[in-house]
């Protein structure tokens, strides 16, 4: 028995080193590079290993309350195939709301699937679940606990998409829930958040992110043209889908998060819930200030929804604002906003956080997209989001509260984890 406990002991130990002591890569570029250079489009297509996909349409969809409805609609409309992957669809109002239009279309012929995260969805088991299965909809959980795939529990789908008919999706932070439709807690505003509507040839590698992971929770490979039509250009921006999967650490997002940061030439724009990056990236953001780029970050105030990532957060802070990054703290509500803006020429909108949980643990999907006037409707909303923020100055930084200086180097674990 002694020499088990042993064992055990080491295991756990060991356990605990890999997940939080693991160092990140130093990701680096081999030479300079700029967005604005001629090979640009080609080696970001080609180092993400993504397809480009010319003329395509996007429409910026600013908050819940512009999102939902348009989502609605086009679930509504559906004729042929509805595919969905989310993390949070978490039961409610406007959980109600989707499972009355998908039921409602899978009743009348539409082939309806679901793939929800096991873990980020859990609260939509139950009754839920079987009005779906009820009327139709085929739902798969994602990851769910089992002994034989412990290993993989970390690994989470924290994507959030929506295409009908094979032809329009949805991309985004924002997942199924009442917070992003309705105030909370007394706030005076649900959660601030981006999706965008797309239409075009790109929507074909969205779809098949899609049925990457319908296929591993049930092993049935979507095909044929109620999921894959045929697919015109509708409009100008060029664009690529980044997909992760934590197959190996060096995932797709992080490679084009840091390759479109490294490459700018004037301004770099940056919204995100959960500000935590790495070694690599924090040197990317200090070497881009010393070039002379502008840069700005968005991340939540007081009344965001991890407290313990705002503290891990806020202890990084002051190299930063030496080095003249400008830091805004949303206020009144919750920021979910997950963009980031490169001289105003390449954006990129998904379901990416800027922290390790989100580059190396879990499925995510973001749309890198290159077009001037896409930039400036998702620069005017940012304009506004800093109209609405606190911008923390390094003397405003020096002076956050004695227990907060305290606690900061305690929660430093969460930079490899969350």
Known sequence: MTSLAVAGAIFLVWLVL????????????ARRTSVQAEDFLYTIQSTCQAALHHGNRVTVLTDGPEFYPAMLDAIRGARRSINMECYIFQAGKMADRFIDALSERARNGVNVTIVVDAIGSFNLWGRPIARLRAAGCRIESYQRVRWYSLQRINNRTHRELLIVDGSTAFAGGAGIADWW?????????????????????????????????????????????????????????????????????????????QLLIEAADETVRVSTPYFLPDRALRRALLDLRQRGVEVMLIVPGAATDQQWVRLASRRMWGHLLRAGIRIFEFRGSMTHVKTLIVDGLWTVVG???????????????????RD???AARLLADYDRDLAGSDEITLAAWERRPLWEKIVGPFVWILERQQ
């Not at 890999?18 to 570029?29: A, C, M, S």
């Not at 379901?351 to 997209?369: L, P, Q």
């Open 18 to 29: 890999v997940f939080l002591f693991t160092p990140g890569i130093n990701y680096h570029l």
């Open 181 to 257: 439709a309705f105030p909370q807690r007394g706030r005076s505003r649900p959660w601030r958040d981006t999706m965008v509507r797309i239409e075009g040839p790109v929507v074909a590698a969205l779809q098949g992110v899609a049925a990457e992971n319908w296929l591993e929770c049930c092993g049935e490979i979507l095909t044929g043209p109620d999921f894959f039509p045929d697919l015109t250009p509708c409009g100008d921006t060029t664009a690529f889908v980044v997909k992760s999967s934590p197959s190996d650490r060096a995932t797709a997002s992080r490679v084009a998060f």
């Open 351 to 369: 379901t990416t956080n800027i922290d390790n949980r989100s580059f190396e643990h879990n499925d995510e999907v973001n749309i890198a997209m």
């Open 372 to 374: 001037r006037s896409l």
